[in-house]
């Protein structure tokens, strides 16, 4: 493996991020015709919605990786490596087989003189690295949207919409049944639909474009329910019922009231590709659940003082993880490091955390997306809370350790971008809190 040949290949695949996004299909179906169009060879499971994507990917990928079914998860954006977004039984791409295939899609795309960007590359090069490496399923995340993201060129026999609120609006409007469309335009002619969307308006909308499709549609707390029998900071133990099927005491490593509703989409979808002839028992659905990891998801990575990482950066996600944290935590203070973009509802997000945080550390992420930290100070000034501004993530997490105290909450949250940058910290000084839980692996 020559790593200056994948870093350059790397480095031609992050220039393509200057071409912005572009919502359509025609590029992408065009390259992937080209290479005799992989993404529709393969049985697929295809996951939209607003929050709980990649959580319900993860969910889905364990159970069928336990059942014993060679599994292509594709999921982004990623934390430390690009190479996290698209995987097999959780064995992320290698460096050498990525660099090869984007050397074969870039020729193809040079040839074909047609402009492609980031998301849409790196869509080709997972639907053709999966079909290369013959897996017997994937599981596919929408990049945003639906109707025109990459990832709907894919043949989904099973389509998930996890949720349905504000997000992304300069692409996809302020309108929710607006948005609640453009996520139903995932589903499939003839289909299998699953759906956790408890705003009966924005339901129909789904429920409309299901019949236009004659696809199946199951809802979540209708027509199979999930139903909590405990929930602490380590785990979620459940119940789940769908028709005369019950599976009691089900365990899930993952913490929030959220992750039970995905893990309900992720099991309901395992029992129907059941049904159709995989073989997935009990005993797979229990080990999948139970050994399910997705990180930057109110993971807990340090105690004393307890260090909660979480990817939240909408209005609903950071609603429900200010919930969690109450619910789930006991702490004296919270500190919060934060980093937002700017095309996120920054002054609803600066409203909920400044009723959980007693003082603010500041960073810029992702520049020049990211939101100056100065004008997120100015806007902690209006709920009259206390905020630094600091020149980099290090630094920030380097002022929130002088003062947390062990009985303290440090919530680092806002952007997966921040959250990467804090896990490549604490990778780096593995001792820079009281250690807790291993960070990261490259497996």
């Given at each position: ?183 139903a335009s995932i589903i499939k002619e003839s289909g299998i ?117 979480d990817c939240a950066h909408n209005e609903a996600s950071v ?47 992702n520049p020049p997306r990211g939101e100056a930290p100065e ?69």
């Open positions: 493996m020559n790593e200056s040949n994948y870093q350059e290949a790397l480095n031609y695949l992050y220039s393509l991020t200057q071409s912005g996004i572009k919502l359509g299909l025609k590029n992408t179906a065009r390259i992937l015709q080209h290479f005799g169009d992989p993404q529709l060879k393969t049985t697929t499971i295809h996951i939209g919605g607003t929050n709980g994507k990649g959580s319900t990917a993860a969910i889905t990928e364990s159970i069928l990786k336990a059942s014993g079914y060679k599994v292509g998860l594709y999921t982004s954006p990623h934390l430390l490596d690009f190479r996290e977004r698209i995987q097999i039984n959780r064995r992320m791409i290698e460096k050498q087989q990525t660099t090869d295939l984007i050397l074969r899609i870039k020729l193809a795309v040079e040839s074909l003189k047609i402009p492609i960007t980031f998301f849409e590359f790196g869509t080709v090069l997972a639907f053709l690295y999966f079909r290369e490496q013959n897996t017997d399923i994937n599981i596919i995340e929408v990049g945003l949207g639906g109707r025109l993201d990459a990832t709907n060129l894919c043949k989904a026999q099973i389509s998930i919409i996890t949720s349905i609120s504000l997000d992304h609006t300069q692409y996809l409007g302020e309108d929710l049944k607006q948005i609640a469309f453009e996520k639909v699953f759906a956790h969307i408890p705003e009966e308006e924005l339901f129909q909308v789904v429920k409309n474009s299901a019949r236009k499709c004659s696809a199946d549609l199951y809802r979540s707390g209708v027509d199979f329910q999930v139903t909590p029998e405990a929930e602490n900071e380590e785990k979620n133990i459940f119940s789940y019922k769908w028709g005369s099927r019950v599976l009691n005491n089900l365990i899930l490593p993952l913490t929030g009231h959220f992750q039970r509703s995905n893990a309900g989409l992720a099991l309901s979808a395992c029992l129907k590709l059941n049904e159709r002839g995989l073989n997935i028992e009990e005993k797979h659905i229990r080990q999948g659940l139970e050994t399910v990891s997705w990180e930057g998801r109110l993971e807990t990575v340090f105690s004393h003082p307890t260090v909660v990482l609603r429900n993880m200010t919930l969690e944290l109450r619910k789930n935590f006991k702490f004296s203070r919270c500190f919060i490091v934060l980093g937002l973009m700017q095309d996120k509802k920054i002054d609803e997000v600066i409203k909920i955390l400044s009723q959980l945080g007693d003082q603010f550390f500041l960073v810029s992420v004008k997120l100070a100015e806007k902690l000034k209006v709920h009259n809370k206390p905020s630094q501004v600091f020149g980099t993530v290090f630094d920030a997490l380097q002022a929130v350790k002088q003062i947390a105290n062990q009985d303290d909450l440090v919530c680092i949250t806002g952007s997966i971008f921040l959250v990467g940058a804090a896990k490549k910290c604490f990778n780096d000084e593995n001792t820079f809190f009281s250690s807790r839980n291993t960070l990261h692996s490259d497996e």
